[in-house]
């Protein structure tokens, strides 16, 4: 049997139903004399492949964090509007009321929540009156570029402006979605793609600088990403599942690309603050993300969304969290009600994971609240952090970059 019959039998190859001939005997070793497989091993696919664990795994609950959170990545407001990729209205979509959020909130320990995608001019206006103003303390919100202004030939003015208007309203910072690199265009949905270190933002990145606004970026995704979505991808299921996720092929920059514009802009504006969302954008590479945070003091790094990359190399990751114990911020990316992207919905059991992948050293466990893990299909190992680390990342190290009291 080669390569290919052997995937296909598993159900590893999409939409083909397994050949009676292996199914899973093949997995039970030559010795014993393999059973007739059962009608449900013939036509098991991969998508409907739930294993259980047989391992005896200590289990900690953990219902609150060590020490009260600042989860300094969320999405409680959304743009109304979008466009191949482009927020184009500043009028928001509200997740979560405050109300509702308080409940998972107080239960979970978190002080406070950073809504990144507060948007601009009235949308922004109106989110901090809502959430920052009517509960000081629990939620701060970030501005966001004007992507719908591109064009006019005074851009760069205008969104070094936006920011000072932005700052002046209340905004704690600057949201960078992978727009910038990925999405936005010379003709803001269509042209060439418009590169991170384009010129045309220095005004606003100094302006952030000089009002000593932190940047949250996003510039790339999984490296998995930038591969062909084939049966060598370790996020096959999440590719087949969001094919618009890919950036293989097409007139998309590679991940390595992405990174170097990306540290051109930290290079030419070092008195501006730059938090690198989801582990600096290489979770797989932590050699990488050190060698940046070692060239880049204006950089830290949260760990939204990545707690999946992060909990299977423990040890590594451990060496990662002590060395750079001051510049790693707790995040997550939670969204309320994004049931469709478990690993960064907004619930109890979220928090619960993150908490137990920190500070127990549980073994092989599930990094989302999902029946199959939603980014690829292995498990992780706790890190046991001191209370010491814990304390600076759930909330010390946010206080200073946030500059609100920790
Ligand atoms: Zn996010």
């Given at each position: 049997m080669n390569r290919r019959e052997w995937l296909r039998a598993l159900g590893l190859v999409v939409g083909a139903s397994a050949k009676p001939t292996a199914a899973f005997g093949l997995l039970n070793g030559s010795q014993q004399p393999k059973p007739e497989p059962s009608s449900e091993a013939q036509s098991l696919t991969l998508a409907d492949y739930e294993p259980k664990s047989m391992l005896h795994a200590q289990e900690t609950a953990l219902d609150r964090a060590a020490f009260p959170v600042i989860d300094v990545h969320t999405h409680i407001t959304v743009s109304k509007k979008s466009q191949n990729g482009v927020a184009l209205a500043a009028q928001r979509t509200y997740l979560g009321q405050p109300e509702e959020l308080f409940s998972v909130m107080d239960r979970k320990n978190i002080r406070s929540m950073v809504n990144?995608?507060?948007?601009?001019d009235e949308g922004l206006t109106e989110v901090i009156a809502k959430y920052d103003k009517a509960f000081p303390t629990r939620f701060y919100s970030f501005t966001e570029p004007c992507y719908e202004r591109f064009l006019e030939p005074d851009y760069p003015r205008i969104q070094a402006d936006a920011i000072e208007h932005a700052h002046s309203a209340g905004a704690k910072g600057l949201k960078i979605l992978?727009?910038?690199?990925?999405y936005l265009r010379e003709n803001i949905t269509s042209g060439k793609l418009v590169k991170i270190?384009?010129?045309?933002f220095d005004p606003m990145w100094d302006t952030c600088g000089q009002l000593n606004m932190p940047v949250a970026i996003h510039v790339s995704d999984p490296i998995?990403?930038?591969?062909?979505?084939?049966?060598?991808?370790?996020r096959y299921e999440e590719l087949s599942n969001h094919p618009d996720w890919s950036f293989y092929d097409r007139d998309f920059p590679s991940n390595a690309e992405l990174l170097e514009a990306r540290n051109r802009v930290f290079a030419r504006h070092p008195r501006t603050q730059f938090t690198v969302l989801h582990v600096g954008n290489f979770s797989e590479n932590l050699d990488n993300v050190s060698e940046n945070l070692d060239r880049f003091p204006n950089m830290t790094v949260d760990i939204a969304a990545r707690i999946g990359e992060l909990g299977r190399q423990p040890r590594r990751s451990r060496r990662f969290f002590d060395r750079y114990q001051d510049r790693i911020l707790f995040g997550t990316d939670a969204t309320p009600h994004g049931d469709q992207f478990p690993q960064q919905v907004f619930n109890d059991k979220l928090y619960e994971i993150y908490y137990r992948f920190l500070e127990t050293e549980d073994?092989?466990?599930?990094?989302?609240?999902?029946?199959?893990?939603p980014q690829g299909r292995w498990r992780i190992y706790g890190l046991g952090l001191p209370q010491s680390i814990l304390k600076k990342l759930y909330n010390e190290n946010a206080a200073r970059v946030l500059q609100i009291s920790a």
């Open positions: 990144l995608t507060g948007g601009y992978k727009t910038l690199g990925l270190d384009d010129a045309r998995a990403f930038f591969t062909p979505t084939d049966r060598f991808n370790e073994e092989y466990f599930d990094y989302a609240p999902a029946k199959v893990p």
